[in-house]
């Protein structure tokens, strides 16, 4: 096999760092495998890494004889990345350390309104939070989780129909947040939560109080020409349907977001009523599972990849799947079943939007830490 050293021994550690972070743990000869790097060139990377204190021993490897080999895998401690989830009534934060694990957490019950003290305070809560870990000098960077399309070539909001505005600068968070900083649209950040190295291409639906969406193909998030790739919230479900915020009828959103169960209230309260078997709530939620399924097997269709179901509905879906997949299966005769249909992780419900943004700007920013 030829060697790709790359162009030199800081690429290579790069791509060391990057395969560790996807992968987990491997040995020396598994990562020099992966990477197409001869033996001496693996080790000296790897020894260096490791007296930085980037990366670290882990378990052992089955032997048959002789010392056993251990698996070099990636110190979680040596950089972190800050998540914030700005929604409708409250900022959520998050700290990750470089394995995606949560090392602080907390909401704060702040309605974003775009004025210089609610940056500021934004800002404020997130560095008290940093400084209360002792991680400042950890830091790489942070990322937004935010509800409206984003062009961060340009450095704006293009527009966000929850808070009404359109065209505003990023340069209010810049002033206010002292690391390197990416903003993202809330689904688009909702959707690298499910990133794994098991779970690298796949269509994620936001059930969010606006329906969106965001494609992962190789690990990489697909934002389009436009920044739009994704948004199946204005795809259209039922033609001549209800009218879309958008102004179209018929949307996704129109049928698919929480108000089209609670109009307006509880989704806990909805949920309750439904387990009590209220006849009413149940064929609303009958008639909504009808109408997921059909938006689910049209994305398969189109795209032939794993559809992830998240967002406030998609929290309260796991004990629906089996009902869910039967309804797709009448919409999809190509499948036997119906396994490319699954809810979101378990784990990583909680704090999903600030988690995600965290991740968006780990995978930016994390190779920071080699410098």
Request: proline residues 3%; aromatic residues 8%; negative net charge.
């Amino acid at each position: 096999m030829l060697e790709n050293t790359g162009t030199g021994k800081e690429n290579n550690q790069e791509r060391i760092f990057a395969l560790l972070r996807r992968q987990g743990s491997l040995t020396k000869q598994e990562i020099g495998s992966a990477l197409g790097l001869s033996m001496p060139t693996t080790l000296q990377n790897v020894n260096e890494l490791m007296e930085q204190g980037i990366l670290e021993e882990g378990e052992a490897v089955e032997s048959t004889g002789g010392r056993r080999a251990r698996k070099i895998r990636v110190n979680g401690k040596a950089g972190f990345c800050a998540g914030i989830d700005i929604a409708t009534s409250h900022v959520g934060f998050t700290v990750t350390n470089l394995l995606g694990e949560i090392a602080a957490k907390k909401n704060v019950p702040l309605k974003f309104r775009d004025e210089p003290e609610v940056y500021e305070q934004i800002g404020g809560e997130l560095e008290e939070m940093i400084r209360k870990g002792r991680l400042k000098n950890r830091m790489l960077g942070a990322g937004i989780s935010f509800p409206g399309i984003i062009d961060m070539q340009v450095g704006w909001i293009v527009q966000s129909h929850i808070f009404e505005l359109e065209y505003v600068s990023l340069d209010r968070f810049y002033r206010t947040i002292p690391y390197p900083l990416i903003v993202e649209n809330d689904a688009n950040c909702l959707s690298f939560v499910e990133l794994s190295s098991e779970c690298s291409d796949y269509v994620y639906i936001s059930l969010n109080r606006t329906v969106g969406g965001a494609l992962i193909q190789n690990g990489q998030l697909m934002t389009g020409e436009g920044f739009r790739a994704g948004e199946v919230g204005h795809m259209v479900l039922v033609p001549g349907g209800r009218t879309c915020y958008c102004g179209k009828k018929g949307c996704a959103d129109a049928y698919l977001s929480p108000d089209a169960l609670s109009k307006g209230g509880s989704l806990d309260a909805f949920f309750e009523r439904l387990r009590q078997g209220e006849e009413e709530t149940v064929q609303v939620w009958d008639t909504y599972l009808d109408d997921l399924a059909v938006l689910a097997t049209n994305l398969r269709m189109a795209l032939d990849m794993k559809i992830v179901i998240g967002g406030e509905v998609g929290t309260y879906l796991e004990p629906y799947m089996g009902v869910l997949q039967k309804k797709a299966l009448e919409y999809d005769r190509f499948a036997r079943d119906i396994d490319y249909l699954q809810p979101v992780r378990a784990d990583r419900r909680e704090h999903g939007g600030a988690l995600g943004a965290a991740l968006l700007a780990m995978e930016k920013f994390g190779s920071g830490v080699l410098k």
